[in-house]
Protein backbone atom coordinates (compact mmCIF):
# COMPACT_ATOMS: atom_id res chain seq x y z
CA UNK A 1 0.00 0.00 0.00
CA UNK A 2 0.77 3.57 -0.79
CA UNK A 3 -0.20 6.81 1.35
CA UNK A 4 0.04 10.09 0.60
CA UNK A 5 -0.27 12.29 3.62
CA UNK A 6 -0.82 16.37 2.83
CA UNK A 7 0.09 18.79 4.96
CA UNK A 8 -0.31 22.69 5.03
CA UNK A 9 -2.43 24.85 3.55
CA UNK A 10 -5.04 27.11 5.94
CA UNK A 11 -6.26 30.39 5.68
CA UNK A 12 -4.59 33.55 4.31
CA UNK A 13 -5.13 36.68 2.90
CA UNK A 14 -4.89 37.83 -0.43
CA UNK A 15 -1.40 38.86 -1.32
CA UNK A 16 -0.33 36.09 1.22
CA UNK A 17 1.43 33.15 1.40
CA UNK A 18 0.88 29.46 2.26
CA UNK A 19 2.99 26.00 1.47
CA UNK A 20 2.19 22.78 0.97
CA UNK A 21 3.82 19.14 1.62
CA UNK A 22 3.32 15.81 0.69
CA UNK A 23 4.75 12.52 1.85
CA UNK A 24 4.67 9.15 0.27
CA UNK A 25 4.92 6.48 2.02
CA UNK A 26 4.88 2.45 1.96
CA UNK A 27 5.72 0.10 -0.33
CA UNK A 28 7.20 2.06 -2.81
CA UNK A 29 9.04 0.33 -5.78
CA UNK A 30 9.14 4.23 -8.06
CA UNK A 31 7.79 7.45 -8.18
CA UNK A 32 7.03 8.62 -11.63
CA UNK A 33 5.76 12.05 -10.72
CA UNK A 34 4.08 13.95 -7.94
CA UNK A 35 2.37 16.70 -7.81
CA UNK A 36 -0.74 18.75 -6.89
CA UNK A 37 -4.22 18.99 -7.93
CA UNK A 38 -7.33 21.56 -6.73
CA UNK A 39 -10.89 21.47 -6.48
CA UNK A 40 -13.40 24.17 -5.67
CA UNK A 41 -16.93 23.75 -5.81
CA UNK A 42 -18.59 23.55 -8.85
CA UNK A 43 -15.86 22.85 -10.34
CA UNK A 44 -13.80 19.96 -11.82
CA UNK A 45 -10.28 19.09 -10.17
CA UNK A 46 -7.84 20.77 -11.98
CA UNK A 47 -4.17 20.26 -12.42
CA UNK A 48 -1.86 22.62 -10.41
CA UNK A 49 2.06 21.62 -10.82
CA UNK A 50 3.54 18.65 -11.18
CA UNK A 51 7.02 17.40 -11.16
CA UNK A 52 8.46 14.08 -13.06
CA UNK A 53 11.28 11.63 -11.58
CA UNK A 54 13.30 13.55 -14.22
CA UNK A 55 12.40 16.80 -12.27
CA UNK A 56 10.69 18.16 -15.61
CA UNK A 57 7.89 20.63 -14.37
CA UNK A 58 4.45 21.50 -15.71
CA UNK A 59 1.99 24.35 -14.04
CA UNK A 60 -1.74 25.44 -14.84
CA UNK A 61 -1.16 28.74 -16.58
CA UNK A 62 -3.09 30.33 -13.87
CA UNK A 63 -0.31 29.97 -11.15
CA UNK A 64 2.83 30.31 -13.51
CA UNK A 65 5.03 33.01 -11.94
CA UNK A 66 3.11 32.51 -8.36
CA UNK A 67 3.40 28.92 -7.12
CA UNK A 68 6.66 26.91 -7.42
CA UNK A 69 6.54 22.94 -6.98
CA UNK A 70 10.00 21.15 -5.85
CA UNK A 71 10.67 17.71 -4.74
CA UNK A 72 12.78 16.03 -2.38
CA UNK A 73 13.54 12.37 -3.85
CA UNK A 74 15.06 11.31 -0.81
CA UNK A 75 12.14 12.16 1.37
CA UNK A 76 9.49 10.75 -1.67
CA UNK A 77 8.13 14.81 -0.62
CA UNK A 78 6.70 17.00 -2.66
CA UNK A 79 5.76 20.79 -2.43
CA UNK A 80 4.18 23.16 -3.48
CA UNK A 81 5.24 27.37 -2.51
CA UNK A 82 2.10 29.65 -2.90
CA UNK A 83 2.61 33.07 -3.29
CA UNK A 84 0.02 36.07 -4.39
CA UNK A 85 -2.43 33.98 -3.43
CA UNK A 86 -5.61 35.73 -5.00
CA UNK A 87 -9.29 34.64 -3.78
CA UNK A 88 -9.77 32.08 -6.81
CA UNK A 89 -6.69 30.03 -5.26
CA UNK A 90 -9.54 28.90 -3.18
CA UNK A 91 -9.91 25.36 -3.50
CA UNK A 92 -9.24 21.65 -1.85
CA UNK A 93 -5.75 20.84 -2.69
CA UNK A 94 -4.73 17.29 -3.51
CA UNK A 95 -1.60 15.26 -3.66
CA UNK A 96 -1.16 13.31 -6.95
CA UNK A 97 1.64 10.84 -7.09
CA UNK A 98 2.09 8.38 -10.37
CA UNK A 99 3.59 5.53 -8.31
CA UNK A 100 4.76 1.87 -8.85
CA UNK A 101 4.62 -0.19 -5.73
CA UNK A 102 6.27 -3.05 -4.26
CA UNK A 103 8.48 -3.92 -7.34
CA UNK A 104 9.06 -3.34 -11.14
CA UNK A 105 6.96 -6.58 -11.59
CA UNK A 106 3.86 -4.35 -10.82
CA UNK A 107 2.12 -1.66 -12.95
CA UNK A 108 2.00 2.11 -12.15
CA UNK A 109 -1.45 3.11 -10.06
CA UNK A 110 -2.73 6.58 -9.70
CA UNK A 111 -2.56 7.66 -5.70
CA UNK A 112 -3.91 10.91 -4.02
CA UNK A 113 -3.81 11.96 -0.88
CA UNK A 114 -6.86 13.37 1.16
CA UNK A 115 -6.74 16.84 0.11
CA UNK A 116 -6.01 19.99 2.17
CA UNK A 117 -8.08 23.16 2.56
CA UNK A 118 -6.49 26.53 0.97
CA UNK A 119 -8.98 29.47 1.98
CA UNK A 120 -8.24 32.93 0.69
CA UNK A 121 -9.98 35.93 2.02
CA UNK A 122 -9.82 38.90 4.08
Known amino acids: QVQLVESGGGLVQPGGSLSLSCAAS????????MGWYRQSRGNQRELVAD???????NYADSVKGRFTISRDNAKDTVFLQMNSLKPEDAAVYFCHGDIQPYNIHYPTYIYWGQGTQVTVSL
Open 51 to 57: INSGGTI
Open 26 to 33: GSISRINS
